[in-house]
């Protein structure tokens, strides 16, 4: 077990990779009363053509099975895995993005028993044709609510209107059609192949001893056997920059228009260096100038273009990244054109060393804030570590950015041909 102290967050994180390839993450906080779990594959919705474990060709499998996928492993033939937490004083959870699936519990006891539950149940599947055709109609019901919700379907369409080939275009749950021709043998197929110890990172922080949790994961999957694990071969689209569409609409019941505007990005040439350093001088950025104190905002708020819904994010992931930006707003035409424009400025007007070294400032108190959360840091950590980054080093990382590393990046962040608005009216 090696153990690793990281003295200026006063953090010390235990790992160990275990001889079935699982890499386990253990990070005590004595003073918690609280211990939180998070078991994640590094597999989400967009991984749908890959070549699966023991073949040599590549199959497409239907779009949403990774979240079917998710809700199955819950079920087994004479329980349900829900019911085995509730009796174990804790509380538990999953989710699917387009890169990961997720399975996490929260307790204050019997912490030993929850950690053996989460860690077999994920590890058991169980999916029989009578099951899976039950949770189709389950599925179907929660993709037409999303349907009927203004803020993911304008998330969506923009997604839509920036990404013309990638399979982050498509709804982490699928469409209605797609999960109807979701099999059992799918099912298998992307488990065996994705759902490997060897693809999977175990997160633990709260209260406990390390060594004898160490021990008994350890234990758990020792008394385990997994076939023999192939690299995970992995198959996407060539995508180009610009979007796939420059403006889209849609028709909803909403009180007030909806406008997003997404710009895309393109990650995949860049280094594990390069990309954490894009990534953070891009929320950096975004921050700096849409934050409440931002000049941006103020003058959007200012001229009445925005109301308190306004928002702004980015997400890089390991083949695709984009940030949107948007609002409520009774004049979408108006805020898209000033929106733009003021993210074009960027490449003009420059930063002074002064209002940087702020920025830094903030970004360090952010991360060190979110650090009091056990389901921030197991979260991160993980998200990081999957893309070959220590999380735990972001905050020396931010200290060294130069002035001219942030001058580099709005240099060359965005073009007219990356950027694109989606606009939600009332029917």
Known sequence: MNKQVYEEISETLYTEKMDNGLTVFLLPRSEMAKTYGLFTTNYGSIDQTFT?????????????????????????????????????????????????????????????????TLLDFVQDPYFSEESVEKEKGIIAQEIKMYDDQPDWQSFMGTIKSMFKEHPVNIDIAGTVDSIYTITKDDLYTCYNTFYHPENMVFFLAGNFDPTSMMELIKTNQNAKSF???????????????????????????????????????????????????????????????????????QEL??????????????NLERNFGYTLIGSNTHKPEAFAK?????????????????????????????????????????????????????????????????????????????SDEQMTTHVITNE
């Open 227 to 297: 076939q023999k694990m192939d690299e995970i071969k992995r198959q996407f689209p060539e995508e180009k920059l610009e979007v796939a569409s420059e403006n889209s609409e849609q028709t909803m019941s909403v009180s007030v228009p909806k406008c997003t505007i997404g710009i895309k990005d393109t990650v995949s040439t860049l280094s594990e260096q390069e990309f954490l350093k894009r990534e953070l001088l891009q929320s950096m950025v975004l921050d700096h100038y849409f934050s409440k104190g931002g000049d941006f905002y």
């Open 301 to 314: 708020y200012q001229s009445e273009l925005i109301d308190d819904s306004f928002f702004y994010e980015t």
């Open 338 to 414: 000033k929106v733009k424009e003021m993210l074009l400025s960027t490449r003009d007007i420059g930063l002074e060393k002064e209002d940087f070294n702020r920025m830094k400032k903030k970004k360090i108190g952010q991360l060190l804030r979110s650090m009091n959360s056990l389901e921030f840091i197991a979260s991160k950590y993980t998200h990081y570590h999957m893309l070959g980054i220590d999380f735990f080093n972001l905050i020396p990382e931010i200290q060294a950015f130069k002035l001219e590393d942030a001058h580099a990046f709005l240099n060359e962040w965005i």
């Open 52 to 116: 699966p474990i023991g073949s040599n060709e590549a199959v497409t499998v239907p779009e949403g099975v990774a979240h079917f996928l998710e809700h199955k492993l819950f079920e087994k033939k004479d329980r349900d895995v829900f019911a085995d937490f509730g009796k174990q004083g804790a509380s538990p959870n999953a989710y699917t993005s387009f890169t990961k699936t997720a399975y996490l519990f929260s307790a204050t006891n019997h912490i030993d028993k929850n950690v053996e």
